[in-house]
T-cell receptor, first 116, second 113 residues
Framework: EPEVTQTPSHQVTQMGQEVILRCVPISNHLYFYWYRQILGQKVEFLVSFYNNEISEKSEIFDDQFSVERPDGSNFTLKIRSTKLEDSAMYFC??????????????FGAGSRLTVL | ELKVEQNPLFLSMQEGKNYTIYCNYSTTSDRLYWYRQDPGKSLESLFVLLSNGAVKQEGRLMASLDTKARLSTLHITAAVHDLSATYFCAVDRRGGGADGLTFGKGTHLIIQP
């Protein structure tokens, strides 16, 4: 079964450092997302991406965050200068389109980011 | 602001018992999603409810949707330990194509022998 692949599975970084989290969505999917989940808390929307541009972003997704799809397969999330409160599990998700009438996301296994 | 509220947030129950998790939401969306998350793992899609009155069942889990009441329920029948997990409901953020989902806080379910 096709899956969304994320790397790294765990990254530890110092506060103020840049971090790039990588995702390879399912190959025929068109819509891509990043979510985050602080330990034991709800899953929060960060950003959606379609047709090589951001479709929507939440208030969490400030100027320190950016996304890109550099080569048609990878989908990356960059945090420019990490803060302690960025420590969380970051999930990439994708779906193909709305023709089925539903917005069913397939999630990757997540990248755990620990900021010290 | 779109709100998705689940209750209870924590539930400890014995094997063999029945229970219901509730999900209330503030949008007028007619679609609702249920996901399961095992500890330290990703989110797995369980059900997609696409219209008012929709009911879906998979094994001991049954989900239903009442769009007029803006309420979905996830009913667990004769619980078994393997169903221990966190269950999230979610709704579409907007009506557009790339809207993604807004999740509730999740219901952490522990099923004890």
């Amino acid at each position: 079964e096709p899956e969304v692949t994320q790397t790294p599975s765990h990254q530890v970084t110092q506060m103020g450092q840049e971090v790039i989290l990588r995702c390879v969505p399912i190959s025929n999917h068109l819509y891509f997302y990043w979510y985050r989940q602080i330990l034991g808390q709800k899953v929060e929307f960060l950003v959606s991406f379609y047709n090589n541009e951001i479709s929507e972003k939440s208030e969490i997704f400030d100027d320190q965050f950016s996304v890109e799809r550099p080569d048609g397969s990878n989908f990356t999330l960059k945090i420019r200068s990490t803060k302690l409160e960025d420590s969380a599990m970051y999930f990439c998700a994708s779906h193909r389109d709305r023709s089925s009438g539903a917005n069913v996301l397939t999630f990757g296994a997540g990248s755990r980011l620990t900021v010290l | 602001e779109l709100k998705v509220e689940q209750n209870p947030l924590f539930l400890s129950m014995q094997e063999g018992k029945n229970y219901t998790i509730y999900c209330n939401y503030s949008t007028t969306s007619d679609r609702l999603y249920w996901y399961r998350q095992d500890p330290g793992k990703s989110l797995e899609s369980l059900f997609v409810l696409l219209s008012n009155g929709a009911v879906k069942q998979e094994g001991r889990l049954m989900a239903s949707l009442d769009t007029k009441a803006r309420l979905s329920t996830l009913h667990i029948t004769a619980a078994v330990h393997d169903l221990s997990a966190t269950y999230f409901c979610a709704v579409d953020r907007r009506g557009g194509g790339a809207d993604g989902l807004t999740f509730g806080k999740g219901t952490h379910l522990i099923i004890q022998p």
